[in-house]
């Protein structure tokens, strides 16, 4: 489990986004300057990334950069333990009452955050969860095709009403991501755990991109094998689930009425 974290800067800031990574060294300082292009002049925002373990020069790239940009910061897992792990240390140690997540590769354009954000920021506490969905996706064809089995079959069992959980886009109430039971692939159930709870989804429509350097670290099984278990239990999770009850709390009462007078 990761601890909550403290930021260096005290400067509040509205809005956190949360980059998982590993092995991204190329795609670093492109990514970083997109962000701030989309963001700047917008919201009080920082940058957490989430070095998931890398053994690249991913945490010297950031920690340059970190030294003339104050907005951001890196997390570092001693050890890669997954995206969803990345995500939500992340989510965790962000100061924004909103966090956008992006996944690090760059084939997540930054210039959709503010959709998503703003979704998020007028829906009035009913939306839980602003999601990207991908057209023209720049993804090889087995890629593509893993996805469309994946994305059919939670669809058909679970019923989210989402065609594309695997978008890294997104964007969520800090507080809703963390009442969210954790496990390994929790990013790609957001959907259906999100309506679980009661909240409501925002769509936004995002285009895809090449990605700019390296090659995918996130692989086969991690998309597609695995999850046929994640899906079950989350589907267990949705039948299991209870009508919330309305509370009030009964304040003390200052002076008891006399029963006995009539009136």
């Known amino acids: 489990m990761s601890a909550d974290l403290s930021a260096s800067d005290p400067t509040p800031v509205a809005v956190s986004i949360v980059v998982p990574v590993r092995n991204e060294a190329d795609n670093i300082a492109p990514l970083i300057a997109e962000i701030a292009v989309a963001l700047d002049g917008r919201w009080a ?7 998931d373990g890398s053994t690249d020069a991913t945490g010297d790239r950031l920690a340059a950069i970190m030294a003339r940009q104050p907005n951001l910061r890196q997390l570092r897992h001693a050890v890669s333990t997954g995206q969803s792990a990345a ?10 009452a909103i966090v956008a997540t992006l996944d690090g590769d760059g084939q997540n354009d930054p210039a959709f955050l503010p959709s998503l954000i703003s979704a998020v920021e007028s829906g009035g506490g009913r939306v839980g969860l602003a999601a990207g969905q991908r057209v023209g996706r720049k993804d090889t064809g087995f890629k593509k095709m893993q996805s469309r089995i994946a994305n059919a079959v939670r669809g058909m069992i679970l019923r989210d009403g989402t065609r594309d959980t695997g978008c890294g886009l997104k964007a969520f109430p800090r507080e809703v991501f963390l009442s969210m039971p954790y496990f390994d692939g929790l990013h790609r159930f957001l959907p259906a755990l999100v309506r679980r709870e009661g909240f409501d989804i925002a769509y936004v429509d995002v285009i895809d991109r090449p990605r700019h350097a390296g090659v995918s670290n996130y692989g086969f099984f991690d998309r597609l094998w695995i999850g046929i278990m994640d899906l079950a239990g989350v589907w267990w999770l949705i039948r299991r689930k209870k009508p919330t009850p309305v509370v009030t709390e009964v304040t003390k009462v200052t002076e008891v009425p006399d029963a006995t ?3």
């Open 45 to 51: 925002y920082e940058i957490i990334y989430v070095n």
């Open 87 to 96: 995500v939500r240390s992340g989510v965790r140690a962000a100061r924004g």
């Open 261 to 263: 007078k009539v009136k």
